[in-house]
């Protein structure tokens, strides 16, 4: 099983950048994407952006051109890197990663969410 812990969000201008992190233990050699969805209040839950295990990424249109994904395979963190932050940006961000079990199952974990506010 795995566990994330995210970090980084916080209250930030219109305009301004934040850098989440999400860092991953247990069994985090089996984590074959890892990413990071949002949820504004009164909203459903959107996909952010997303980093495979071979590297590539995909994003929201939403965020396209403003946020970067990235990941450090040595300390099993993955980052998202938030520029040129808008009001609309504001959500609670969950970090998300999908691994294999012994048995070949897809898992599904999620972090606990850290709160980004960016006011206008």
């Known amino acids: 099983q795995v566990q994330l812990v995210e970090s980084g969000g916080g209250l930030v201008q219109t305009g301004g950048s934040l850098r989440l992190s999400c860092a991953a233990s247990?069994?985090?050699?089996?984590?074959?994407?890892m990413g990071w969805d949002r949820q504004a209040p009164g909203k459903q839950r959107e996909l952010v952006a997303v980093?495979?295990?071979?590297?590539?990424?995909m994003y929201a249109d939403s965020v396209k051109g403003r946020f970067t994904i990235s990941r450090d395979n040595a300390k099993n963190t993955v980052y998202l890197q938030m520029n040129n932050l808008k009001p609309e940006d504001t959500a609670v961000y969950y970090c998300?990663?999908?691994?294999?079990?012994?048995?070949?199952?897809?898992?599904?974990?999620w972090g606990q969410g850290t709160q980004v506010t960016v006011s206008s």
């Open positions: 980093i495979r295990s071979g590297g590539d990424t």
């Open positions: 998300n990663a999908r691994s294999v079990d012994s048995h070949d199952a897809v898992v599904d974990s």
């Open positions: 247990g069994s985090a050699f089996s984590i074959i994407a």
